[in-house]
């Protein structure tokens, strides 16, 4: 949702599909998708709750985080699902780039993974991947792959990072890799481009949300045909603007004006 909203801010179409529960939480989501003007396919699955979290915060700094939600693999049938309302919207609509944003919450499994890559491939669709630890190393052949440095260690066995980011490209045949490297800024690499950009000296606040802004501004300043050590600038950045807001808070296109 944050991803959506962020791709939003930026002022792209966008349009989300996704799973929820049937309850209230899911019903205000799909109400905050319909007030920010965004095209949401959300499938209901009664046996889950809509993932819902609560953030505690003092004087503008994020303490701790309370999660209510179900990690379980979704079904088979509601993959099946998932798969059916893709190609759908694939169908109906002309997509540019599909950004695949796992958290690990169920719903990107070994086979949905899978299936869908294999969608994008055949409909010669450029896709995204911000990945979490599960499956992370399934997602293969995206025309942009962003984890963070822990999630690329899981991948690669590589030390250095400029090792690891090769390595991953090569295993993964990913055509642009870019690593979030916290404090340190991100590590970008192409066929023709390797790049590290070091942070922004900004005073963070809260940096919730931030990997979404960063995986949001990449994709689109990418596909809009800036160069990878451009895209991932613009998106350090956003990422530094995002950081000095108080809780999940998108970045604004305005944001980035020079």
């Keep these: 949702a944050n991803v959506a909203l962020n791709l939003k801010g930026l002022e792209a179409q966008v349009s989300i599909l996704s799973v929820i529960g049937d309850d209230h939480a899911g019903q205000e989501l799909a109400n905050m998708f319909e007030v920010s003007a965004i095209e949401a396919d959300l499938i209901i699955d009664p046996s889950r709750p809509t993932t819902c979290k609560t953030r505690v915060m003092a004087s503008s700094q994020h303490l701790l985080r309370v999660d209510e939600e179900s990690t379980d693999d979704l079904s088979k049938a509601l993959e099946s699902k998932i798969l059916t309302h893709l190609n759908k919207i694939l169908d109906e609509k002309t997509i540019d780039l599909v950004i695949l944003q796992d958290y690990n919450k169920g719903v990107f499994t070994s086979s949905s993974i899978a299936k869908i890559v294999s969608t994008a491939v055949n409909r010669d669709i450029k896709f995204a991947v911000d990945p979490k630890f599960n499956n992370a190393s399934l997602f293969r052949d995206a025309f942009l792959f962003k984890p963070n440095l822990s999630e690329a260690r899981s991948i690669s066995n590589e030390v250095e990072v400029s090792k690891i980011a090769e390595d991953i490209k090569l295993r993964l045949k990913a055509q642009n890799v870019v690593l979030t490297l916290a404090a340190d800024g991100m590590f970008c690499m192409s066929n023709t481009e390797e790049y590290h950009v070091k942070t922004m000296s900004k005073d963070i606040i809260d940096v919730c949300g931030a990997g979404d802004t960063v995986i949001s501004t990449l994709s689109l300043a990418l ?26 808070a998108p970045i604004l296109k305005h944001e980035l004006d020079f």
């Design 223 to 248: 596909l809009h045909g800036l160069s990878l050590k451009a895209s991932t600038e613009l998106a350090n950045r956003a990422a530094g603007v995002v950081c000095q807001k108080s809780g999940v």
